[in-house]
């Protein structure tokens, strides 16, 4: 089988949810807890290729670097929101499941199984 990484956060009950349910099918993913040890840009260019997403997609909306960046801004272009995202990582959505060349937010949770064969 693929390897399995997943971008972790140990206190995001949707991130738990997820390493709960890949570890009931009895995987053990290599977990990444991207807030210790951020993507860097060019990580984060990887991961939403896999994704299939543009950089705004992946953007967590609700925290407060969001609104000090004024990120809604619609002009920004996905270089700079990515550069936002390496530069704080809280703005990164989770869970995201990594399988060979694609990916999925675990949001809900249930959605990692969509890369398990």
């Known amino acids: 089988m693929t ?3 997943l971008y972790h956060n140990p206190r ?3 991130s738990r949810g997820a390493l709960d349910l890949l570890q ?4 053990q993913p290599t977990l990444v807890r991207y807030l210790e040890t951020p ?5 984060l260019k990887v991961l939403l290729q896999a994704l299939g997403l543009p950089a705004r997609q992946l953007l967590r909306t609700g925290e407060e670097e969001y609104k000090q960046l004024n990120l809604a801004d619609a002009s920004l ?3 700079q929101l990515i550069e936002a995202m390496a530069s ?3 703005l990164i959505e989770r869970p995201i499941l990594v399988a060979g060349d694609k990916a999925v937010i675990g949001r809900p ?9």
């Open 39 to 43: 993507p860097d840009a060019a990580e």
């Open 3 to 5: 390897e399995l990484r």
């Open 109 to 117: 949770p249930e959605r990692v199984l969509e890369l398990l064969p």
């Open 24 to 27: 009931a099918r009895g995987l």
């Open 12 to 14: 995001c009950s949707k």
């Open 77 to 79: 272009t996905d270089e």
């Open 88 to 90: 704080h990582p809280r």
